[in-house]
């Protein structure tokens, strides 16, 4: 069953749905982010970006000045005369060639590096900002919403940062010299220009608007087949088992039929842009050509910076002019989708980077310590197996406190939201060494008694004791380090079996990992794997059975040997059998230790020190196995199988 | 490969023809169009009227309108043939996922497979949309320009031959050296995007053992890596454009030296200006196609591997198919097992069931007991032919379970699985699995028998009451029921319970199996079960054990002579209390 119990409890809708715009000021954060990156790199990248677009811009000066000399000495054939001048500003070309082409090789390789480095950075930070989110935030988003920050957002990322941002970058440039050297020659061909760009604008504009709109729709259309397929293919079985196949095939195609509704339309009228743009690009030039040559031969006085009359030198080169001015154009356009969606994933990782990180004002931390003579502790740098809260007080005085395990809750009120309480005025003990065991039904509070202990979440109302010390004292760290916990849901992680018995405790060698094991009764399969503990698990333990999965877990609580345990379900998966088998290696890892336990089967729970029976939040029933039997209440009920129990 | 992604075109094969016939016309009018304004600046140049200006600007116009047509059209085709067939591609999955076997359906994993119907189906519908329009108009650019820069440009046109095989062998070089790099970080960033997954899991276990720090020095490690990996490989890339400028820059440097001089010497007869900067176009034109080309190219080998992994989908057979003219009747609910072996895959060294044989009468009630991986489940599944005998034969209504038409073999065998699942809608439409026509009444009926009604009732919208996602809304014990209840409207001959009762009371438990004595007698009924409790009062109780049968007989003939099942029985009836139980 799955365990997102406190998922249904408080349904948050994510802050940032798929499928939206980004608002503005992203793309300023987004760049401030890069630079931060590359404070040094990026600007000096940037300025091999201006000189690689300005230089590949010149060459209309250069064929202006060449046509203008080839047109005048043309008719009389005489190479010689000319060709000094020619070679010259064919050298010149040469030599800011050359320039540009270093500048452009450089910045090519820079932005690899910055592009690449920058994503690392990124998901680095992501990644370690989100490993300092509190529990809560994983459990009110679905884990298929966070993983496509790393995948879909961080993917339309790389193509903004790669190509989008240079690519616009150096079409603005362009743009920006050409009209100024189409200004140079001639204003009212270059008004021409203006025109044809406005046009262009607006076409490129009603165009992604409506491309853009169907894109993202597309993106909602696939999360929601996703889920879709998610569900048909997690129940597979049980539509052959039914035969339920066509039913199947007919929602799916339902589905399809949206996706591809979407996708189309999207993609129609991204692929009309080009043509589109390039034809009036077209069009442009022709209407250039008309009115250049309708000035040619009327003689009507040219307005111009350079203050040029009208020739054909002028001509030629503005309609290359014309088509580069079209082309960056066309660029530019053509990025717009990239950009509205890389903003997008911008937008949701940078929200991603703004949850509030869980806060620890704890103060009071776990040391090693030695008891002295007089039974005070103090401090001591190498490990005793001995730990001691170190509580530094207001008057500037440490006391010592030695780690026992002794957890009491005064009056604990508690709820996911503050609108609903689910827990109300529990109070109870666990003196070290104890077994406290808490039954009821499902929703009845049980797990969220777990997680207040272990500061998963933080209670609204009362206190809790450990050691006599109030655990919002005590910094989180190292107050979990004090607690084991076995859950339901075993997760284990891609490595080898000892890697995952190590997790418990990085410094546990070899032998005491397998001590663990042996402990937990898990060595026994472990060692009929084909390599033994080195036999490498992948998928959450894919090759290893539920039971098998839920003993590694009880194994790696054992190599980190806490004082305080917390079994939440820890032998649910495991057959009645397995579980005799195991019980012993279960008594033996809570021997000496304060236990709290939450079980499916009461035959688990029957020698608890004390067993709390929950119901909706409340302790309506507590006492030991006998004590409550003999109350014949609730307990007896469940006990006897008159009541449901899951 | 490709035979198998070209069998999902279909309907949009004509588009997708069409599309690359639209993308000629329009390439050869781009390529008249500068052959025509070359011609326009040299008459300007030497000195035409304006009528003759006007005349080249309409034809100029009707070109690009022409061209803006075909242009269109050619983009609506290419995405409609490209997104169709993605949608088919994604079809053809879904549809052949539902012909898989439960052994077809092991080997793959739902994300696996959620992310070959999304992303995958996303990169093969980019490549095709490639091919169908870019890799068409690249090769034909380069071609038709070639042709016309030797048509107008003559020896300036030499250019070329130096060049285009410049920029062809450096693309080649630099895809050469890319791709391997490019193929194994993909694998290496699918295992990154895994591990984050696998730590959103597992964040409570994480933080329970404080390590956060230790998983973010993980990532961090795991990260760099893939950083690495993919610089080198885009720094490599990176190449392609200073390699396109330079041959852009040569071409220029040498129309602008070497035109001049052909021009003036030549006195503009044969070569004129107008075709200087033509000839700049055309080379323009021939290196982006190259460049076209050479994207095309990486986008495709990228997008291999996605198609490899769709094939492998639509290529798995079904290791399970319902045979031609199979019987379409059940006889009896008689269950007979015949030297029976299985085990799971080939590979494997362990028969799950070692020979088993086994006969049930119809009618009769079995139990089965027995510890987890003693293959209860596995021994069931044979009896519906979700999974294959190895050796010997299952039979139904004294007929082997491979004789039937599947369907009707699994409506007459319903089986409750352990890990079953409620589909997001209202308890009707799940309902309706069982028998898509069943009415109200027989609706009801089902689920009296199964003790749901009960619940059902106190809903505020009853039987309208709309169940979430796996049935997130309702509890254990009530998800148990209302599957037992789907399945008890098939009017099964043979219904099999896989442990489908573990959450639901005992008392209701007993109340389900005495409502299935009463009420569907001439029933067979096998029921799983970890409580002794379940099984106690069947006609018959299966121990097993390690893949075999152990022991068969009633509840007190094991109690004499069954070890495993004694221990059972004591390890849940401890403290003398077991009249407690029913």
Redesign the interface.
């Known amino acids: 069953m799955a365990r997102n119990k406190t998922q249904n409890a408080n349904p948050t809708p994510a802050t940032t749905a798929r499928g939206q715009r980004a608002p503005k000021g992203v793309l300023r954060r987004l760049l401030r982010t890069l630079f931060s990156f590359y404070p040094v790199l990026l600007p000096i990248t940037l300025v091999c970006i201006v000189i690689n677009a300005i230089v590949s811009a010149a060459p209309a000066v250069f064929l202006q000045n060449v046509i203008a000399i080839v047109d005048e000495s043309y008719q009389s054939g005489d190479w010689a005369s000319v060709s000094g001048r020619i070679l010259t500003y064919v050298a010149v070309l040469v030599v800011m060639y050359v320039i540009s082409l270093i500048a452009g090789a450089f910045y090519t390789q820079m932005m690899a590096i910055i592009t690449q480095g920058s994503l690392k950075k990124l998901r680095e930070k992501m990644f370690s900002h989100m490993q300092d989110l509190p529990i809560k935030y994983f459990d009110t988003n679905g884990h298929g919403d966070i993983m496509s920050y790393y995948t879909n957002d961080v993917d339309t990322l790389r193509q903004l940062i790669s190509q989008s941002l240079p690519q616009m970058t150096i079409s603005g440039i362009t743009l920006f010299v050409v009209f100024c050297i189409m200004m140079y020659y001639s204003m009212i061909l270059a008004l021409l220009v203006v025109v044809g760009v406005v046009c262009m604008v607006l076409a490129a504009r009603a165009i992604t608007s409506r491309s853009s709109k169907y894109f993202l729709r597309q993106q909602i259309t696939l999360a929601k087949a996703e889920a879709f397929m998610e569900e048909m293919m997690t129940g597979q079985k049980v539509i052959k088992v039914f035969c339920h196949e066509e039913g199947a095939r007919a929602d799916f195609d339902k589905v399809n039929g949206e996706i591809f509704y979407n996708a189309r339309n999207g993609n129609r009228f991204a692929n009309i842009l080009m043509p589109l743009l390039g034809n009036i690009g077209n069009v442009m030039y022709v209407v250039v050509a008309l009115v250049g040559g309708a000035l040619l031969l009327t003689d009507v006085p040219n307005i111009s910076i350079s203050g040029m009359a009208f020739s054909i030198s002028i001509v030629v080169p503005f309609l290359n002019m014309t088509k580069q001015f079209a082309g960056a154009i066309g660029q530019v356009s053509n990025q717009i989708n990239m950009v509205i969606m890389g903003l997008a994933g911008a937008h949701r990782i940078f929200a991603l980077l703004d949850e509030e990180p869980e806060t620890d004002e704890g103060y009071v931390t776990l040391v090693n310590a030695r008891e002295n003579a007089d039974g005070s502790m103090s401090e001591c740098k190498e490990r005793t197996h001995v730990w001691a809260w170190k509580h530094p007080h207001h008057d500037g005085t440490v006391t010592y406190t030695r780690l026992q395990g002794d957890v009491r809750f005064y009056d604990v009120d508690f709820g996911y939201t503050p609108e609903k309480t689910v827990l109300h005025n529990i109070t109870l003990y666990a003196k070290p060494g104890q077994k406290v065991a808490f039954v009821g039904s499902t929703g009845a509070g049980k797990t969220t008694i777990t997680n207040l202990i272990n500061r998963f979440y933080d209670i609204a109302d009362g206190k809790i004791r450990y050691d006599d010390i109030n655990i919002n004292k005590i910094k989180k760290a190292d107050l979990r380090r004090s607690l084991g916990i076995v859950l339901q849901d075993t997760n284990l992680f891609t490595g080898t079996v000892m890697e995952n018995i190590r997790y418990g405790n990085l410094e546990a060698s070899d032998e005491e990992c397998i001590a663990a094991a042996q402990l937990a009764g898990a060595d026994d399969f472990i060692c009929r794997l084909p390599e033994g503990y080195n036999t490498m698990l992948t998928g959450n333990g894919a090759n290893l059975s539920q039971g098998q999965r839920q003993l590694l877990a009880i194994a790696r609580a054992a190599v980190a040997d806490p004082p305080v345990m917390i079994l939440d379900e820890a032998t649910s998966s495991i057959d009645t059998r397995t579980e005799a088998i195991v019980q012993q290696g279960m008594d033996a890892l809570m021997t000496g230790r304060t236990v709290f336990i939450i079980a499916h089967r009461l035959s688990t729970v029957r020698n608890a020190n004390a067993i709390m029976v929950l119901d909706h939040g409340r302790i309506i029933e507590r006492g030991t196995h006998e004590d409550l039997l003999q109350l014949k209440g609730t307990y007896y009920q469940l006990y006897t199988g008159a009541l449901e129990l899951d | 490969m490709i035979k198998t992604l070209a069998r999902s075109i279909r309907e949009y094969k004509k588009t997708a023809i069409l599309t690359p016939l639209l993308v000629i016309v ?1 390439v050869v009018l ?1 390529c008249i ?1 500068p052959f025509t ?1 070359a011609n ?2 040299n008459e ?2 030497a ?4 009528d003759v ?2 005349q ?2 309409i034809q ?2 009707i ?3 022409l ?2 047509i ?3 059209a ?3 085709t ?3 043939a ?3 067939f ?2 088919n591609l ?2 053809d999955m ?2 052949r ?6 052994e077809n ?1 092991d080997k793959f ?3 696996s ?2 992310t070959r ?2 992303t995958d189906v996303v990169n093969v ?1 980019m490549s095709f ?1 490639m091919i169908i ?1 870019i890799a068409i108009r690249g090769p034909l650019m380069l071609i038709f320009s070639f042709i016309m820069g030797f048509v107008m440009g003559g020896r300036l046109a030499l250019i070329f031959l130096v060049t285009i095989p410049l920029l062809g062998i450096g693309l080649a070089l630099v895809i050469r050296a890319a791709m391997p790099i490019f193929r194994r970080v993909f694998r290496k960033y699918d295992a990154l ?24 020095k993980k ?2 490690a795991a ?2 890596d ?2 690495r990996d ?2 080198r490989a ?2 490599i ?3 392609n ?2 390699m396109m ?2 041959c852009v ?1 040569a071409g ?2 040498f129309v ?2 070497f035109g ?2 052909v ?6 007869a044969e070569v004129a ?2 075709q ?2 033509a000839i ?2 055309y080379s323009f034109q021939i290196l982006m196609s190259l460049m076209m080309l050479s994207m095309v190219f990486v986008m495709i080998t990228m997008s291999m591997e996605s198609a490899e992994r769709i094939v492998e989908v639509l290529t798995e057979k079904s290791s399970l198919t319902s045979p031609k003219d199979g019987l379409t009747s059940v006889k009896d609910g008689s269950v007979d097992f015949e030297g029976v072996s299985f085990k799971y895959s080939k590979k494997a060294e362990r028969m799950a069931l070692a020979d088993v044989n086994l006969h049930i009468r119809s009618g009769e009630v079995i139990g089965i007991l027995g ?3 003693s293959s209860k489940s596995t021994l069931v599944q044979l009896i ?1 032919r ?1 999974y294959d005998v190895t050796e010997g034969c299952v039979k139904v209504g004294g007929v082997d379970v491979r004789k039937y038409d ?2 009707t073999l ?2 007459n065998v ?2 409750v ?1 352990q ?3 409620l ?2 809608g209202t308890i009707k439409d799940n309902l309706r ?2 028998n ?1 026509d069943a009415t109200d009444e027989e609706m009801l009926e089902a689920c009296k028998l199964a003790q749901a009604d009960e619940f059902i009732q106190q809903f505020p919208a009853k039987y309208d009451t709309w169940i979430e ?2 049935g ?2 309702v ?3 009530q998800k148990q029921r209302l599957c037992i209840a ?1 399945a008890l409207l ?1 009017k099964p001959k043979v219904l099999i319970l896989d442990d489908s009762t573990s ?7 007993a109340l389900i199996r005495q409502g299935f004595r009463e009420f569907i007698p001439e029933t067979t009924k096998i029921i799983i079960a ?1 409580r002794v ?1 379940s099984v106690q009062d069947a006609d018959r109780i299966i121990v097993m054990d390690g893949g075999r049968i152990s022991d068969i007989g009633t509840h007190d003939e094991l109690m004499e002579r069954s070890e ?1 099942y004694r ?2 029985y004591t ?2 009836n ?2 003398g ?1 077991s009249d ?3």
């Open positions: 329009e781009e169009i304004i326009l600046v300007m140049q000195g035409c009227k304006m200006i006007v080249y600007g100029l116009v070109m690009a309108i061209s803006l075909f242009g269109v050619a983009g609506n290419c995405a409609t490209s997104t169709g993605a949608r994604r079809k879904f549809y996922i539902q012909d898989y076997s439960f359906i994993s739902v994300s497979l959620v119907m999304t519908q949309m329009r995007n895994d591990s984050v997954q696998e730590n959103v899991q597992a964040m409570r276990v994480v933080k329970s053992y404080v390590r956060e720090d230790y998983e973010k990532f961090s990260a760099e893939v950083c993919f610089t885009e720094r890339m990176a190449l454009n200073p400028q330079f820059y220029m440097a602008l030296s001049s001089y021009v003036i010497t030549s006195r503009g200006v107008g200087m900067s700049l176009t510890g987890t991986g519906p979700l599947l369907e699994r409506n319903a089986v699985l890990k079953n699942v589909f997001s699995w069982g898509p996602q796996g997130a809304n509890s254990g014990g789907r098939k959450a639901v009371d005992t008392r209701t438990d970890q409790a495993i221990e059972v390890s849940q401890k403290a209390d407690g139980q029913e």
